[in-house]
Every structure is written in structure tokens, then in C-alpha cells.
């Protein structure tokens, strides 16, 4: 049973693009705390050389899974206006909350696609980070609130942790604004115990094809195209593994498959991860029963492949 608590708390921490610390440090100590308890103790690689990424080696990796930390959000910059980070959607009165020099920030957002600014009686330093104020639900259904992208995908990853005999678990950051740290991590991994294949734990769209309730989607392809022999063997296990999955097709997005598949090694990958309605807003919205596919077609995968 998955630790919805575990879940909640985690929903609750910024990470705004390129302000990954606090989150990564409290990775850190959970993993320290619980990694007595799971089938392998990890090596684990983490500090200023890794800036605010952490991976954990489980035995003799062969599969690599990746899951980023960052989330999407908004910059202050002059005169009340911000400058969005990574694609969030425009809602007017949007609550927005952060933090700067001089204390607790909590305002709302307003203003259109063109021209965005916060009402916050006073004025935010330079740079300050703000991200949506989260309101959490959970229903028999479905998980709703903020950040379910990519914070659900962490909490895959943290549940294969539970299980892993062999392979890498590893917390990228910068996803959502263009990606960054996946190179020098990639050449870290090919370095340190290499791999020729990788798994994207993250949260993908609810679309006319792919819809709430019918299984984890394995992605075919997104902007980006993972080579095919290595989708068949996935798809394969898949159908064997007798978990609910669909397929996604698409014309669009991208995740950090795409920093593995532009990188100078030959590693093959796929995106697999639950649909969310709501992409990019405070509302966003995951199927429980799809998600907890997920967590198992992970586990499944990292055995089998």
C-alpha cells in the first residue's frame, strides 16, 4: 500500500526550476532513514558535486530510472511582474506562494498570457521564486492538486526503491525549463557502473487517446521518438506482466528521454508514467488506480528487463 501520508508531505515543498535544495536534502534524509528497510541498500551519491540531484546504485545496474525534482513556477522580476518558468498555465487569481529576505510571500496572480503580475502589497526582491499554493485532495478516485507533475513521478521512483535489486534510481533536476543536469549526471552513471537502457518515471496528459483509469501509459513517442526494438520489448513485458497499461502517441512534450536520447552514449529509453488532467495548473489530476499501475509495471520492469 502506497504511503499516501508520505505523499502528502512531499506535495508540499517548492521546487521551482534551478531551486531544487530543499527538496533534494529532503530526499536525502528519507532515504537514509528508510533505506535499512529495503530489499538493497543503495550506494548513494549526493552533495555539491551532484549540485541538487541524488542517486542511488542499487547491486549490478543494468536499467536506469530517472525522476525530476524541479517543478514549474514563476520569477519576480520588475514592477509586480513575473516572468513564468517552465509552461505553467495563465489563471487569473491563481494564489501564488514563496519566500524572499524578508518573509512569507502568499499572493495571487494577474494579468494574461502577454503580461503577468502578482498583488502582493509589498515589494518581492529580484529573482524570488513563486509556485502555486497547494491544496491537496484525494478521493477513492483520483489524487488532485498542485505539482502531481512531477512529484508523482518522485514517488514511483521511491517506491521501486522499496524492491530494486539491481539498477539506478536517480533525482534530476531542471526538467521543466530545458533540462541540465542530465548530461554530467548520464556521463556519471556511464562512468561509475553504465547502462543500456533507462526508464522516465514522470506524468504525461490525458488526451483523446489516453484516458483516467485504463493503466500507466507507456509513451511511443512524444516530440521525441525512443527506438523501437526497445519499445516491443517493453510493450512485450507489459502484456506478460498482466498490469493495466495503454499507449501514448503524441506530437508533443518531452522529458529527460530526451537529454538520453541527444547524449553521446547508446542507451535506449521510454516514458512511462500515469496521465493527469489539468497539465500545469493547481488543479492538476491523476487516477490512483492508474498510478499505483505505474508503481507496479516499475517494479515489474526493473526485474524483467
Known amino acids: 500500500m502506497p504511503n499516501w501520508n508520505f505523499l502528502s508531505e512531499l506535495l508540499e515543498i517548492p521546487s521551482v526550476s534551478g531551486d531544487e535544495s530543499r527538496i533534494s536534502s529532503f530526499l536525502y534524509q528519507y ?3 528508510r533505506k535499512s528497510h529495503w530489499r538493497v541498500s543503495p550506494k548513494i551519491y549526493f552533495g555539491e558535486e551532484f549540485h541538487d540531484c541524488l542517486l542511488l546504485k542499487f547491486g549490478e545496474p543494468r536499467t536506469a530510472v530517472f525522476a525530476h525534482l524541479d517543478t514549474i513556477g514563476f520569477m519576480v522580476r520588475y514592477n509586480n511582474q513575473l516572468v513564468s518558468i517552465g509552461g505553467p498555465e495563465i489563471i487569473p487569481g491563481t494564489k501564488l506562494i514563496g519566500q524572499d529576505h524578508l518573509g512569507e510571500i502568499r499572493c495571487k496572480l494577474i494579468g494574461d498570457e502577454e503580461e503577468i503580475y502578482h498583488d502582493f502589497p509589498r515589494k518581492i526582491e529580484r529573482g524570488t521564486r513563486l509556485s502555486f499554493e497547494q491544496n491537496f485532495q484525494m478521493d477513492g478516485e483520483f489524487l488532485q492538486g498542485a505539482y502531481l507533475d512531477n512529484r508523482l513521478g518522485i514517488f514511483s521512483a521511491l ?119 489539468n497539465v500545469h495548473t493547481p488543479q492538476e489530476k491523476v487516477s490512483i488506480a492508474d498510478l499505483e499501475s505505474m508503481i507496479l509495471l516499475y517494479k515489474y520492469l526493473l526485474k524483467a528487463l
Open 31 to 33: 532515504v537514509l532513514q
Open 159 to 277: 517506491e521501486l526503491c522499496e524492491e530494486i535489486e539491481d539498477g539506478w534510481v536517480i533525482f534530476s533536476t531542471y526538467e521543466e525549463h530545458g533540462g541540465g543536469s542530465m548530461p554530467f549526471l548520464l556521463k556519471f552513471i556511464q562512468e561509475t557502473a553504465p547502462v543500456k537502457q533507462a526508464l522516465i518515471s514522470d506524468i504525461t496528459w490525458v488526451t483523446d487517446g489516453v484516458h483516467h483509469h485504463e493503466g500507466v501509459a507507456i509513451s511511443i513517442r512524444d516530440k521525441f521518438i525512443p527506438r523501437r526494438k526497445f519499445l516491443d520489448r517493453i510493450i512485450t513485458l507489459a502484456a506478460k506482466s498482466g498490469i493495466p497499461y495503454q499507449l501514448e502517441v503524441e506530437a508533443h512534450g518531452g522529458s529527460d528521454g530526451r537529454e538520453v536520447q541527444f547524449s553521446p552514449y547508446a542507451i535506449d529509453w521510454c516514458f512511462i508514467g500515469a496521465a493527469e488532467d
